[in-house]
């Protein structure tokens, strides 16, 4: 009688809408991609596993925006999105490159590997408690600090991504996939700022040549994979010079306005009425 009394007296638990786990299906379903894009590295099936990495990046980039449309954000989700782009980004990709070309460095080639986990880490860390401050710049949303993890991915296996279609021995280099794995993790952990996309405005005349270009770029993924690819991930590069300039002509905006708010505040101060 006690214990059916205690289990009446116990709150039920509220039943947890199906819309609210499909932010953490995908991005489960991008945690596969990525260890299955280790698996055909391993079997040397490279184009297969560059298009793991891929799936696994406009997974990530689909998993945050349902779960802000569907209201089923949660810290739970924030956690297990780190730890899949560690994997998908930070893990898989330096593996991948390992198998292609940096053993060939013997031993010494690992170091490439760690190096470039170390740095997504660290990034990854990074952005999580940048993500908790209570009260960030206005402008903050509009850029990242440093290269985030899934287009250092990308950058980082730009040879490869060449090497399907052009100068498949000089991009097989194991001196070149040291080096880009160097300078991209150096730019995952820097100050560096990066465009973030995820506030970009647009007037509506602009809506019907977006659209014409995203039809472009969508019918040349499907024909020309690889140089289109390839092109995307080169215009990032170039991206980011532009976007320390419109970083600095911003910080430089939002500086003085502080200082005019600052000088107003005094001046009302020092009113003797």
């Known amino acids: 009688m006690a214990d059916e009394i205690q289990a009446a007296k116990r709150p039920r638990r509220a039943r947890m809408s199906i819309n609210v786990m499909i932010p953490n299906m995908l991005t489960l379903i991008a945690l596969c991609s ?14 297969y596993a560059a298009l793991a ?25 924030q956690e ?39 740095g997504c880490a660290l990034r990854l860390a990074r ?7 209570p009260d960030p710049p206005a402008w903050a949303a509009s850029f990242f600090t440093g ?7 990308g ?13 498949e021995d000089a991009m097989r280099h194991p001196e070149l996939s040291a080096i880009m794995t160097v300078l991209v993790s150096g730019l995952m952990v820097s100050a560096v700022p990066t465009y973030s996309f995820k506030k970009v405005g647009l007037s509506p005349k602009m809506v019907l040549p977006l659209m014409i270009v995203v039809g472009l770029v969508i019918a040349s993924m499907l024909n020309a994979p ?11 590069l170039i991206s980011i010079p532009f976007a320390v300039r419109a970083h600095r002509a911003i910080s430089k905006r939002a500086g003085a306005g502080d200082l005019l708010d600052d ?5 009302d101060a020092t009113v003797p009425f």
């Not at 952005?127 to 401050?133: I, K, M, R, S, Y």
């Not at 690889?226 to 990032?236: D, E, F, K, N, R």
């Not at 000088?263 to 001046?267: E, F, G, L, V, Y």
């Open 53 to 77: 990495i891929l799936a696994a990046a406009i997974l990530d980039a689909l998993d945050g925006r349902m779960a802000r449309l569907l209201k089923g954000t949660s810290k739970f989700g």
């Open 226 to 236: 690889w140089v289109t690819l390839s092109g995307i991930l080169t215009a990032y």
């Open 34 to 47: 990525g260890l299955t894009a280790i698996r055909y590295a391993y079997e040397q099936q490279w184009e």
């Open 80 to 118: 297990l999105d780190s730890l899949s782009d560690m994997l998908c980004f930070g893990v898989a990709p330096p593996m991948m490159l390992y198998f292609w070309s940096l053993k060939d460095y013997g031993r010494y080639g690992w170091i490439f590997v760690l190096v470039f986990a170390v």
């Open 147 to 153: 290269v985030p993890a899934p287009a250092a991915a």
């Open 127 to 133: 952005f999580n408690t940048a993500a908790e401050d």
């Open 263 to 267: 000088d107003a505040s005094d001046d």
């Open 155 to 167: 950058l980082v296996l730009l040879p490869m991504i060449v090497s399907f279609y052009l100068w």
